[in-house]
């Protein structure tokens, strides 16, 4: 079923921002590479010399609170340094026409990333590679939502592929942050050249599969007509495919899309990538629904 | 491939229903956009097909399945094809088949092989062939044991007429020969060809009636020698130049055969054309071998330089050449220096005041005269006196001709040596006079060695203490050559091409097999579908 999703996005009466919150009471995180423990800290860390004494609001890290002058004076103020390592979380996203097909599902993902980004994070930056271009965001702190969420009405899957022109930027950011990268990993040329430019950063690529691509998920829920032939076509390259009969021809797709999933899987280990994979689901489903494109928090 | 026809050629009508096979009712497709279309062509490629295929495969083979049904029913066939419907083929079996013509191949091999190739084309079961030998004037069937040379015998090819007069209508009658004179061998299916029950008339191309060259020197003198391979007939010849009237040659040709020279005059040029003097032409096996070139310049060094006027001095007052030379031939005395004609007085004349001399004097000595009637007159080698006194000394011994002097000469003249009748060497008896009287081809040289030896003592002896050279070698002669090819000799009229023989060729139905290819992509089909059948479950 089609959706104006672009009109009850700006409405802000998105059933799915109205779940966002939920998430955040789950014991799940983003998907994290392994390195990513090795690489940062948990929270923001702050050292180097004294710089002020700064007026406490519920939810800041109670670690910085002053205990001392919280006793002599009863006031709670946080003691804030001079330097600071800053944490944020990168994400990616490959916005090539061919999206189109998953950009329901993706669009919901890619809020929630940014949502959950906002809270765990300092900040979170967007690259975004569409039509050859490179387009950069940075979001910083839960106050930046509302920015996200007006930026976000006018994305749209459109123009060519720019997965070795993204897999560059992230390069060139920091190979030592962690970040999410998101795409349809096609041409499988570019995804290769896309997997050997990120080799040993700590980027966790995804796929977003559909539910037509998922061999779990059974055919008659699909709601596919038996005789029904497609004309599959790629909105990239206009490429079109007649396929006589879709049921038919179904299994065998999705047995080939496993295999490529699987082969994906292997050649991004063997350049240290974690290649995940998972089905986006209906975007009016529960927060449950989510959870495999999500970890499991270490705060539990 | 021949002529198609049909037993009943309305049904192939049906033909015009094959794009019913292909008609594919248009349905409408679900637009759906992916971006994995790579993987849906591998999908649908390994289901067996893939943009398609899989529909175009069995569409195509039932199409094929219905045009051979629907052709075999219109029950094709090849008609049948009038023509010969026997072959006898006759090999010349004369000594001049064994020519080779190539490295391990002659005459006999090359026909052979090719009444073995028409044997081929004809088709062995369909028409039968027989193959015979002609020799002399026997015509013998040919088997394994008697046919691996040509005989002995020169074939007569007229006794073909009543052989071939013997075959029936429906025969073929091929003579394999190589043809006579100078028509190289066919090397395309050039033949004598008799269809059976021919009239003895209508028998043609039996010899050449002519034999034609190129000449590359229409405006000089030429030399033509012919050797012609006769029977026991002895033909009279005659020759053209160019489109002039025939002129008999003046020659009998004696029986051996040999190369005859004719000198023949500057005319005004064209082809020379060689006929027998009737209209026959020659006969088989007659061979006609045509060569020409202009005469050679002859010329014999000899004397010393600073003798070169004691010579001419010499031959002008004791040789008397400044006076009419002896009958009958002209004497001609060149001097040269070098390359240069000093002098060349036409009937002996020498001017002493140009013979001075620095480096060396040529004394060319020859006649012009008719040469060919002469040479071909006296054919033969020189004849010595070798018992005259004025030879002694001279080491020629041991031959004493019986005729030593035929007709007049001038008193105190003794003939040394004679060419045929004519006398060659004429020398007086005081020793001091020296003629030449014969005709001197520069070919004939290597057959006289006494001849300038004789010559150039002689003068040394007349010269006094002048060295003279007694060995000597002739000078290389003066050749033109003309452009190759152009003096290759051939025949009027050209050898013939072998006419076209067409083999009778049954009628054949193609409806069986056309059957059996249906039936052959029938079982195929109901593989296939068994097959795809068995994958799917």
Partial sequence: MPRSEGADLSAGKDRFDQLLPAFLDLPFALPRARELGRVGRRIRVEFGSFREYQAYSPGDDLRALDWKVLARTGERVLRRFDDWEHRSLVLGLDLSASLASRWEGLSCLLRLYVFLGLHAFDSVELLVAQGG?????????????????AEF?????????GLPLLARGLGRISKRRPGILLSDWMPEEEALLAFSMLAGSAFVLLFPRIPLEDFSIPISSLALETKDGARLQDPETGVQLDVENLVHALPAFRKIQQEWEASRRHQARSQGLPFLSATLPDPEGDTHSWLPFLHLSERI | MGQLAFTQPWLLLFLLLLPLLFWKPRRSFRPLETDRLALWQKALERMGGGRGRSHFFPRLLNSLIFVTLVVAAAGPKRPERPGVKKLWQVLDASPSMAVRTGPGESRWSSARARSQALRRRGGQPTVPSRSFRLQGSLILPMGDTHSSEPGLLPARPLALL??????????????WGDGAGPSPWPKEEGSRLFFGGAAVGRVEN???RSARVEDPWPDKDVLLFFSLVKEDSSPTLRMRRGVGPWEVLPLSLPKKSGIYPLRIPRGSGGPLEIALSGEDPFQRDQHLVLMLRPPPDLRVTAVPPDKAQLLARFLRERCGLSSAPPSPSTVQVQIRSGGNLLAAPPSGQVD?????????VLLCLGTQVAEGQRLVAVRGAIEW????????????????PKQVLRGDLPAGFRVLARLGKDPLLVVHERRRLLAFLGTLPHEGLFRQPFFPILCLRFLGQVLGQGKTRTRMRPLPPK???????????????APRRIDRISFFVPARPYAPFLAMLALGLIALAFFRVLFSLRTKT
């Fill in chain 1, 133 to 149: 271009k490179l387009r950069h965001r940075l979001y910083e702190g839960v106050g930046s939502w509302g920015r996200f969420r």
């Fill in chain 2, 162 to 175: 009543p052989f071939a007069a013997q075959a029936g209508a429906e025969t073929a009658v091929v003579f």
């Fill in chain 2, 385 to 400: 006196n070798r018992n005259d006194p004025l030879l002694k000394g001279l080491d020629l011994s041991g031959f004493v």
């Fill in chain 1, 153 to 161: 009405t006018g994305m749209h899957p459109e123009g060519k592929s």
């Fill in chain 2, 206 to 208: 039996q010899g050449f």
């Fill in chain 2, 479 to 493: 050749v033109e050559y003309a452009q190759p090819g152009l003096l290759d000799a051939h025949a009027v009229p």
């Fill in chain 2, 352 to 360: 002493p005041a140009s013979r001075v001399q620095k480096k060396g």
